[in-house]
Nanobody, 114 residues
Framework: QVQLVESGGGLVQAGGSLRLSCAAS????????MGWYRQAPGKQRELVAS???????NYADSVKGRFTISRDNAKNTVYLQMNSLKPEDTAVYYC????????WGQGTQVTVSS
């Protein structure tokens, strides 16, 4: 069973950048698609970016052009580079397979101030 640990969140001003990391305890090499999800207070968890084992990516319209997902199978790690952050990006960010398969990690809090 893969366990996921997210890190890299923090408090940043609007327009700033953060890079999130997701370390998997097991190999993600065989997992076709990995995704970053987020959940804002009072809202449902949503998928914001995903990447296949071949490197194909997909983004929610709300983050397209600002976020970049990448993966390093050798390091069992998935990344999310977030640029031009907006207050509406404030949420707890999680990684998981796409569609989600594993137990959710603790997530990492991203807070964007205006």
């Amino acid at each position: 069973q893969v366990q996921l640990v997210e890190s890299g969140g923090g408090l940043v001003q609007a327009g700033g950048s953060l890079r999130l990391s997701c370390a998997a305890s097991g190999s993600i090499f065989s997992i076709n698609a990995m995704g970053w999800y987020r959940q804002a207070p009072g809202k449902q968890r949503e998928l914001v970016a995903s990447i296949t084992s071949g490197g194909s990516t997909n983004y929610a319209d709300s983050v397209k052009g600002r976020f970049t997902i990448s993966r390093d199978n050798a390091k069992n790690t998935v990344y999310l580079q977030m640029n031009s952050l907006k207050p509406e990006d404030t949420a707890v960010y999680y990684c998981n397979a796409d569609p989600y398969t594993y137990h959710w990690g603790q997530g990492t809090q991203v807070t964007v101030s205006s």
